[in-house]
């Protein structure tokens, strides 16, 4: 398989991507006799956004969950900044730490108000003193859209307002890394727009990303690198334009086909 793209350029200004932030190396995984990631080999560089996408069943969300250790791998290996994953304890929080975690469902607390469940993970897990960590949360939700949310219950929201205060949570500790795994799929057509604007600006600030979706239109527009898995490998890598327009496999091309045309 071909990897021509070793050193992805960044936006003007922002210079190359050449720092490797998470790197996995043949790394491998079954479920049962399902054999989900196979021999996988990834470097996303610091500053760099990596979409992936592929048909449903092809390990795109196993992939974007073993780079926190929410799923175990069988073989190969993963680090995070030239330091391998812990398997447990509180080296492994420590690393999920570094790494902030968006899903499909926005795993809010629901009896805590906006503003706190962006402040919790803060003092619990960095011992950040409270009015510093309220400081930045009202902040980090300023800056997603929803500031004027801060007293109220996740249930008193809109999904995709709960999705944005997730982001903010997992922005609130800093993280080296962003992970979306599907973050849009559980929300209506009027709200996606609203969660991937937000993302587009985080990629624009420079965040690394990793983001498993199928919105090809945030594909093209805020991805560096487009990765295309299917059946538990990864069949092709490019750019988005090259991928988008000349794409070099024909399981690319017939996927392509049946998304692009509807």
Known sequence: MAHDLDEPTAEPGRGPLTTPLVVLTKVNKHFGALHVLQDIDLTVH?????????PSGSGKSTLCRAINR????????ITLDGVPLPAEGKALARLRADVGMVFQSFNLFAHKTVLENVMLGPVKAKGVKRAE??????ELLERVGVANQAA??????SGGQ???VAIARALAMKPKVMLFDEPTSALDPEMINEVLDVMTD???EGMTMVVVTHEMGFARRAAHRVVFMDA???VEEADPETFFTNP????AKDFLSKILTH
């Open 46 to 54: 610091r500053g760099e956004v990596v979409v992936v996408i592929g």
């Open 70 to 77: 929410l799923e175990t791998i069988d073989s190969g290996t």
């Open 133 to 138: 960590a309220k400081e930045r949360a009202v």
């Open 152 to 157: 109220k219950l996740p249930a008193q929201l």
């Open 162 to 164: 709960q999705q944005r």
């Open 202 to 204: 985080l990629a624009r």
């Open 232 to 234: 538990g490998q990864i």
């Open 248 to 251: 070099r496999s024909d399981r």
